[in-house]
T-cell receptor, first 117, second 113 residues
């Protein structure tokens, strides 16, 4: 099956610093990648959608200057949390999609736990 | 507004017992419905995916049903195991250009020995 990896799996940083999270599709080319945020005991909340080579589309309420997304290739997307604050502490999950197809399947990464001190 | 509601919010069962999780949705136009299992601290893993014309699909001890008329789905787990302890998320995809996904809040299942 399609595999999506994330790196790092967890990160602790000081308030005010920036953190970069990588999302890779290991055995397929992802035309679209998605970034989600999940708070404890809540479901996934879509932050942004990115297509390779174009600007990401952000969901309402998500600051594009704070959460920088780069989708430079068909197998790699990065999310940079700039000037992180404690309220940015969360579980960040990416997913990747090959194409629309019949099922519009998204394959999820294992997630990155971000803790901002 | 597209919504997916799941019940119960949480469930505790004994190992070996069966259980059924419910999902009601109002997503339109409907494309497909999927159930995911999410272990704590991990990303969701797909269990089943069903389109409009499919009303039941099995994956080992997991069996999902779909009633597109009443917009309801269920996930039945047979002979539960301790490793089934996880959150189970119902996700519905809309048949629009963006193919946006609407996530349920999940059912947290705990299987006890």
């Amino acid at each position: 099956g399609a595999v999506v990896s994330q790196h790092p799996s967890w990160v602790i940083c000081k308030s005010g610093t920036s953190v970069k999270i990588e999302c890779r599709s290991l055995d397929f080319q992802a035309t679209t990648m998605f970034w989600y945020r999940q708070f404890p005991k809540q479901s996934l909340m879509l932050m942004a959608t990115s297509n390779e080579g174009s600007k990401a589309t952000y969901e309402q309420g998500v600051e594009k200057d704070k959460f920088l997304i780069n989708h430079a290739s068909l197998t790699l997307s990065t999310l940079t949390v700039t000037s992180a604050h404690p309220e940015d502490s969360s579980f960040y999950i990416c997913s990747a999609r090959m194409g629309l197809g019949t099922y519009n399947e998204q394959f999820f990464g294992p997630g990155t736990r971000l803790t901002v001190l | 507004k597209n919504q997916v509601e799941q019940s119960p919010q949480s469930l505790i069962i004994l190992e070996g017992k069966n259980c059924t999780l419910q999902c009601n949705y109002t997503v339109s136009p409907f494309s497909n419905l999927r159930w995911y299992k999410q272990d704590t601290g991990r990303g969701p893993v797909s269990l089943t995916i069903m389109t409009f014309s499919e009303n039941t699909k099995s994956n080992g001890r997991y069996t999902a049903t779909l009633d597109a008329d009443t917009k309801q789905s269920s996930l039945h787990i047979t002979a539960s195991q301790l490793s089934d302890s996880a959150s189970y998320i119902c996700v519905v995809s809309a048949n629009t250009g963006r193919r946006a996904l609407t996530f349920g809040s999940g059912t947290r299942l705990q299987v006890q020995p």
